[in-house]
Every structure is written in structure tokens, then in C-alpha cells.
């Protein structure tokens, strides 16, 4: 969403969401008779860009820019295994993966990306468009502890999180439909 705030700047406003979830079950004996063990996972991303562009000068079916814009990230994700582990059922066992599932894994992102575009005004106030920039963004993951009880006995364990960056060319939108308010 962008709005403009004269004939040449605009403020825009990214949101993005991506939540996922899995499971995976196994049954005690190979006729589906018994016990069923289950692996419960979900992973979740919520991402908040905020941005300003300038409309360069041009036709009056063709508005070129360019932009910048802050990325703001965060990431959950969690594992639930209960008579299950390693692909198979396993009696009086139970897990939880605080912060990490094979969907992703719990963090932050911070970035920056320049980008750069036009729009094609085909009917009034409707348009397509198209953009590519740059990306640099910066990642810390968070620390995963894991309880696991089996056979009676209940283990605590903590992973440390990290840190990462990257850089990258990116499209922005191949092709997208706007209109204008």
C-alpha cells in the first residue's frame, strides 16, 4: 500500500505473513491397529516494510521510481512429538521444540533494500507493475530448548541461537495490479 503525499513522493507500507503447519503420525503396529504416535509443527513469519519513493517525471502512462525501505521480521516455531520420534511411534515418549521445527526456526530480521520500478498506467487510476532492488538484512535466530520425557525421565536441553546477513538481488513483485484511490 503506498500513499502519496505530493506529485513526486509516496510513503508505502509492506505487510507479509506466511504461517505454516505439519503433522506427521505413525501407527503403533502396521495394520493401523494400536497406538498412534503424532509430530505437531508450525512456523510462522510476520514481516512489517515501511518505505518512501520518488516518482520520477515522465508520461502520462508511465511513472518510473525509485524507493528505499526497512524490513522488520519475526519468526516463531514450535515442535510437538508425542509417542513419535524419528519417523516411527514410540511408546511414552513426549517432545517439545521450543523455537525450532523443520518449517523454520524462531528469530528476527532487521534489513534495508533500495529499489526500483515503474508503472504502467493502462486505463485511469489502474495499473501493472513491476519492480527489482537490493536487499541487506541481517538475521539472529533464537535459543531452541527442548524437553523430551521417555520412560519416566524428563531431559532439559538448550540450544544457542545465532546470527547471519545477507545481500541480494531480489524482484519485488514481478508483475503486480494497483489501483490508485
Do not use: C
Not at 537490493?134 to 535459543?143: A, H, I, R, V, Y
Not at 514481478?174 to 489501483?179: D, K, S
Request: net charge neutral; aromatic share 14%.
Amino acid at each position: 500500500m503506498r500513499y502519496f503525499l505530493g506529485d513526486n513522493l509516496a510513503i508505502r507500507v509492506g505487510l507479509g505473513l506466511d504461517v505454516r503447519n505439519r503433522t506427521n503420525k505413525d501407527y503403533q503396529n502396521p495394520d493401523g491397529t494400536g497406538g498412534v504416535g503424532e509430530e505437531k509443527e508450525s512456523y510462522s513469519n510476520f514481516q512489517l516494510l515501511p518505505g518512501v519513493e520518488y516518482h520520477f517525471a515522465g508520461g502520462e502512462k508511465l511513472s518510473t521510481f525509485a524507493g528505499a525501505y526497512l524490513l522488520v521480521g519475526i519468526e516463531g516455531a514450535k515442535t510437538t512429538r508425542t509417542n513419535y520420534t524419528a519417523g516411527v511411534y514410540t511408546s511414552n515418549f513426549s517432545q517439545t521444540v521450543e523455537g525450532q521445527s523443520s518449517l523454520g526456526r524462531k528469530g528476527t530480521t532487521f534489513g534495508l533494500g533500495l529499489y526500483s520500478g515503474f508503472d504502467w498506467y493502462f486505463v485511469e487510476k489502474l495499473y501493472l507493475g513491476v519492480e527489482w532492488g537490493l536487499l541487506f538484512g541481517s538475521t539472529s535466530q533464537g535459543d531452541v530448548v527442548t524437553t523430551t520425557s521417555a520412560g519416566g525421565v524428563t531431559t532439559v536441553t538448550k540450544t544457542a541461537g545465532g546470527r547471519g546477513s545477507q545481500f541480494g538481488v531480489q524482484a519485488l513483485g514481478a508483475l503486480r495490479l494497483g489501483y490508485q484511490f
